[in-house]
């Protein structure tokens, strides 16, 4: 493969050359903060700072100061000694100008000496030059240029600026480094620059990496800012242990104002080539992303399909299809897809993709219509998965199809009434599974009250179902065909909130305390006959403290008779900044609470009283420091059940370190059931540090590593080095993470990559890679300065 090489670097190079951007990707949102490194990129570009001139350049007057003046009546002045001429938004500087008036009465001045050419759109030198007054055509001989206001320079023999828009060079070059770097330039023998259009074109091109020439071409095209137009984006060129060779040229189709889409040729030495195709559109049904991945064989799958642990089919090409859509017709409907499907389960490992993760498990196909109103609500979906697992794909249920209809309305000012019903069809890909369909209503009277310092909620719900389950043979006994489930839910929640100024040793800090207090009875009913189709139990974190119900879902709801109590306290400062919260609280179980169903481990529990504690909390030191965690105490097993926390210090988009905590007790995970067929046979402790930190202002590093302290072992680890520099740019990666478990051995298997990746800069307005190389590892970077 050596020998392919430096062709394959030329390619690179080349398109390059033909970027093109987005609009897409120019959005407020997206802009990258200004960092020290591109104030320094910019540091010598010219500006123009006069008020800019409006009106026909022809009817504009030319105003001239000189140490000298000879006129030739009636058609020739000549001004000489530290001329300035000013005309609109131009202005010429030069030690001799002359200026003559034609039989048609146009304008021309020739210019000479040391002359300097500024307006709102490109600076000139040069030795010789010759302007016409009416046109704002100039051409300068041996000059050199650079654009106004952004990156853009080059020399040449002659040079003409016509209509105040295009700039022509005659044995000219072009480069977008910064003054005093020529890391790459292009000379043609002809180049022109479009500055309406932002657009370069170079005939008998010559691209050169310093003094060496690398690439000839007869004609190249490409952009020099940002509006929107076809052509070849700017390429990746990167190289790791795994796959080899990794380059990808994407290319850029602005069909319509309203619809485009990027075509990205991907050659991976020791896979093969992928095409990955992206298209996004806004029509009057809505907006939306249509994106298909193809490999036609990949030589390094062969061997996954070899793994008699892993469920690959018995496809050889390889793919992905994504599409989303979200779309408001008439105010009142809607129209939302979401599905992502790949050829195989593996896909995700071994082919990099902005639509899905491995660590998700699964991906999922959602599709809705929606009709919605003052008082009404309706949805009509479908909804099901493609899992990444043999041993659960047949025990997964899809929804086919679920309808959701809501009714709201308000008679009294406090008093509210709304109803839920669901009809759905439940199917699953398992042929012994049941086929199921689940009616369900419940309307609810609620009444509720509240001010600046307290809140007081009481509903009354009315929970309904029917099913109507169609089991084949008699695969499962205990099922019923037909099972109704009719079951009241009260519910009584108040909170109140007080609140001070006068704090000791906290001068211009207001505290409040915030006591809440929630009541809940369902009744006990036995659902042992009813299949599990979408119900699994959710975890007591504070918040969950004051849940609704204990399961997700429908299939289980478990009685209660329960009292859940909480105490929060908060800080803010003088331009109320919340800087420190603190929750603790506590669920009172007056009954045990069950579902009649012994395979859950809520069932098999006798306990009552105060059997779940939790607390939750966080502490805005400064506005670079955070920290915030969670605790999770169950009496059940005397002992902590979860924990975490984070304390992340963040100066700026590419200077942060974060430290992390997690912590899940397997007493606990057997007891609840939170992971079904558990691999951990000890309690899960890990400890992580990501940090991103620049060691100059050209270079910074980027790493993590998360250790398992039970089994004494690294899950995911990574180090990174980049270089940025205003021309060019280049990364170095090294990553070890747990991509599988070795149930026989009980044992992680692991990944090991190393990655490197080389760029050219100066057309790009983007030269951060910090939060690319964040996502380098099985566990990407989340900021604990937002809210979860």
């Keep these: 493969m050596k020998k392919y090489v430096p062709s394959l670097v030329a390619v690179a190079v080349w398109a390059t050359l033909y970027s093109a951007y987005s609009l897409a990707n120019n959005t407020e949102e997206n802009r990258p903060e200004i960092s020290c490194l591109d104030q320094q990129c910019l540091a010598n570009v010219p500006v123009y700072t006069k008020p800019l001139v409006e009106g026909d350049i022809k009817t504009l007057p030319v105003e001239v100061e000189t140490d000298t003046f000879t006129a030739s009546a009636p058609n020739t002045a000549v001004y000489e000694g530290n001329v300035v001429i000013t005309q609109g938004n131009r202005s010429v500087e030069a030690d001799k100008v002359t200026i003559e008036t034609k039989e048609d009465q146009s304008r021309v001045v020739t210019i000479s000496g040391d002359i300097n050419y500024l307006d709102n759109v490109v600076t000139l030198q040069g030795e010789q030059a010759s302007m016409n007054l009416d046109t704002n055509d100039i051409e300068i001989k041996n000059s050199q240029y650079h654009l106004v206001g952004r990156l853009g320079r080059g020399q040449a023999s002659q040079l003409q600026l016509e209509s105040n828009r295009y700039i022509t060079l005659k044995d000219g070059s072009f480069t977008s480094c910064p003054v005093d770097d020529n890391s790459w330039n292009i000379q043609g023998s002809t180049v022109i620059h479009d500055n309406e259009e932002e657009l370069v074109e170079i005939w008998n091109a010559v691209f050169k990496i310093g003094p060496v020439p690398v690439l000839y071409s007869p004609y190249l095209q490409f952009p020099v800012g940002d509006r929107r137009r076809s052509g070849l984006l700017i390429p990746s060129f990167n190289y790791d242990s795994i796959d080899g060779v990794n380059i990808a040229t994407p290319f850029y189709w602005n069909i319509a104002p309203n619809l485009d889409a990027t075509f990205t040729p991907r050659l991976i030495q020791r896979r ?31 061997k996954d399909r070899r793994d008699p642990e892993i469920d690959t089919g018995d496809n050889k090409e390889r793919w992905l299809f994504h599409w989303e859509h979200k779309g408001l017709i008439d105010q009142n409907w809607r129209i939302e897809t979401d599905m992502t499907r790949v050829s195989d389960v593996r896909y995700f490992t071994d082919l990099s993709s902005n639509y899905g993760s491995m660590t998700d498990g699964y991906i999922t196909q959602r599709y809705l219509l929606g009709y919605a109103n003052n008082n009404w609500d309706v949805a009509l979906s479908s909804k099901s998965f493609q899992v990444f697992r043999s041993t659960l794909k047949d025990n997964m249920y899809r929804t086919v199809p679920q309808l959701d209809i809501r009714y709201y309305s308000n008679p009294f000012d406090s008093v509210k009434f709304n109803t839920y019903a669901q009809a759905v069809r439940f199917t699953s890909p398992g042929v012994r599974n049941p086929e199921i369909t689940r009616l369900h209503i419940a309307p609810t009277v609620s009444y509720n009250v509240s001010n600046q310092w307290s809140m007081f909620n009481a509903d009354a719900t009315l929970l309904a179902t029917h099913y109507y389950q169609d089991v084949p043979g008699n695969n499962y006994s205990v099922l019923q065909k037909d099972v109704n489930r009719v079951m009241p839910h009260l519910n009584l929640d108040g909170r109140i909130i007080f609140e001070r100024d006068n704090i000791p040793f906290l001068d211009g800090y207001t505290q409040t305390l915030e006591p809440r207090i929630k009541y809940q009875y369902i009744p006990y009913r036995n659902q042992s006959r009813i299949q599990n189709t979408d119900s699994s139990l959710l975890q007591s974190d504070y918040a969950g403290l004051f849940r609704d119900h204990l399961y997700s879902g429908l299939d289980r709801i478990a009685s209660a008779n329960q009292l859940s109590t909480g105490l929060t306290t908060r800080f803010y400062d003088n331009n109320l900044v919340e800087r420190f919260n603190f929750s603790l609280g506590q669920v009172y179980y007056f009954n045990k609470s069950r ?11 006798e306990d009552t009283g105060s059997l779940t504690w939790a607390t939750d909390g966080f502490w805005r030191v400064n506005d670079n420091l955070i920290m915030r965690g969670g605790l999770q105490y169950d009496t059940r097993i005397d002992e902590v059940a979860l924990a975490n926390g984070v304390i992340e210090y963040r100066a700026s988009q590419n200077k942060l370190a974060q430290l992390s905590y997690r912590y ?41 590593y998360y250790y398992d302290t039970k089994l004494e072992q690294s899950s995911d680890s990574f180090i990174g080095f980049q270089y940025n520099s205003c021309c060019w740019g280049f990364s170095v990666q090294y990553g070890r993470k747990i991509t599988d478990w070795n149930a026989s051995t009980q044992t992680s298997q692991y990944d090991n990559k190393l990655s490197f990746n080389f760029e050219l800069r100066g057309l790009s307005t983007n030269r951060n890679t910090t939060a690319k190389m964040l996502d380098f590892g099985l566990l990407p970077y989340q900021s604990a300065f937002e809210e979860n």
């Design 664 to 704: 899940a007790n397997k007493n606990y995970i057997d007891a609840i059931g939170l992971i079904t067929n558990s691999p951990y046979k000890q309690d899960i402790s890990q400890v992580g540090l990501m940090a991103s930190w620049p060691l100059t202002d050209t270079l910074s590093v980027v790493g993590s």
């Design 595 to 605: 579902t009649g169903d012994l395979s859950s481990p809520l069932d098999q529990n």
């Design 272 to 302: 093969g080539v992928q095409l990955q195709t992206e298209a996004r559109y806004l029509t009057s049904l809505g907006q939306g992303v249509f994106a298909l991945d193809w490999l036609h064989h990949d030589s390094l799958y062969n």
